[in-house]
T-cell receptor, first 110, second 112 residues
Framework: AAGVIQSPRHLIKEKRETATLKCYPI?????VYWYQQGPGQDPQFLIS???????DKGSIPDRFSAQQFSDYHSELNMSSLELGDSALYFCASSLVGEQFFGPGTRLTVL | KQEVTQIPAALSVPEGENLVLNCSFT??????LQWFRQDPGKGLTSLLL?????REQTSGRLNASLDKSSGRSTLYIAASQPGDSATYLCAVRTSGTYKYIFGTGTRLKVLA
């Protein structure tokens, strides 16, 4: 069965650089969620999209933005990166409730 | 504001024991609640989803119950195995929102 695809799997950036994370949801899923998980922490909700429209927003910094495209894939853009942005970033998709998570992108900011 | 807590934070048991993991939430107006397991450095695997109108869900050795009035869900694991060792997380979606709030997780270790 198709799963959620995230790319890249690993990313290393310098402070103040920009990063773009991509998420390809399971086909026919109508909702996409983005989460940030710091070391030893639980996942923190960032933002969600339902049918390509932003549906909810969590503790997402103003330096971050996201969108969902016509083919339903989503991108999380992160600018002016800080050391504290180093984390695992997960994307999840759902149809009628149950979330399925991708493998995550590990972002390291040096 | 929805807050989700899980107890215990960590649990170590011998193989074969039956376990109960607890998840508490402050706002009972939930849309659904989902249980996950996460292995170190890995993604989250969905275990069970309980809709607001349901009282429990079962999958194999796992059973999850939901009591909205008391703001609680429990995950019951029967006949635990070393392969069950992982962190277990519950996530709550409040009605009228499209976001999930995660609990702090229970780190489970099943000893052979």
């Amino acid at each position: 069965a198709a799963g959620v695809i995230q790319s890249p799997r690993h990313l290393i950036k310098e402070k103040r650089e920009t990063a773009t994370l991509k998420c390809y949801p399971i086909p026919r899923h109508d909702t996409v969620y983005w989460y940030q998980q710091g070391p030893g922490q639980d996942p923190q909700f960032l933002i969600s999209f339902y049918e390509k429209m932003q549906s909810d927003k969590g503790s997402i910094p103003d330096r971050f933005s996201a969108q969902q495209f016509s083919d339903y894939h989503s991108e999380l853009n992160m600018s002016s990166l800080e050391l504290g942005d180093s984390a695992l970033y997960f994307c999840a998709s759902s149809l009628v409730g149950e979330q399925f998570f991708g493998p995550g992108t590990r972002l390291t900011v040096l | 504001k929805q807050e989700v807590t899980q107890i215990p934070a960590a649990l170590s048991v011998p193989e074969g024991e039956n376990l109960v993991l607890n998840c508490s939430f402050t706002d009972s107006a939930i849309y659904n609640l989902q249980w996950f397991r996460q292995d170190p450095g890995k993604g989250l695997t969905s275990l069970l989803l309980i809709q607001s109108s349901q009282r429990e869900q079962t999958s194999g050795r796992l059973n999850a119950s939901l009591d909205k009035s008391s703001g609680r869900s429990t995950l019951y694991i029967a006949a635990s195995q070393p392969g069950d060792s992982a962190t277990y997380l519950c996530a709550v979606r409040t009605s009228g929102t499209y976001k999930y709030i995660f609990g702090t997780g229970t780190r489970l270790k099943v000893l052979a």
